[in-house]
Nanobody
Framework: QVQLVESGGGLVQAGGSLRLDCAAS????????MGWCRQAQGNEREFVATFSWSGGNTYYADSVKGRFTITRDNNKNTVYLQMNSLKSEDPAVYYCAAVQWGPGRRTPEQYVYWGQGTQVTVSS
């Protein structure tokens, strides 16, 4: 079992930046493939970014590629999502997710553990 708690969401102007943090407890994050997903109001949850348990490979949704970066600090047992050049299509509740071992997962259904989510709002 691993518990995930997101923070860092908020209101930002279009073109601005936010960093989301996902703090894990219960197990070392190094044992998990980690990812971020998001769910906009009225939409299904969608994949945003992920890396494998080894941290060797990262994958991004086409809609965020080049703007978002996923990283991990094993010493702090924390995963980050740096979001730059935020757009009007980025607002959503952002969720941190984990599944033990294996490659980065690129669909929400493949994750087992979820945080409670953090809201990101972008103003034009």
């Amino acid at each position: 079992q691993v518990q995930l708690v997101e923070s860092g969401g908020g209101l930002v102007q279009a073109g601005g930046s936010l960093r989301l943090d996902c703090a894990a407890s219960g197990r070392p994050l190094s044992n998990f493939s980690m990812g971020w997903c998001r769910q906009a109001q009225g939409n299904e949850r969608e994949f945003v970014a992920t890396f494998s348990w080894s941290g060797g490979n990262t994958y991004y949704a086409d809609s965020v590629k080049g703007r978002f970066t996923i990283t991990r600090d094993n010493n702090k047992n924390t995963v980050y999502l740096q979001m730059n050049s935020l757009k009007s299509e980025d607002p959503a509740v952002y969720y941190c997710a984990a599944v033990q071992w294996g490659p980065g997962r690129r669909t929400p259904e493949q994750y087992v553990y979820w945080g409670q989510g953090t809201q990101v709002t972008v103003s034009s």
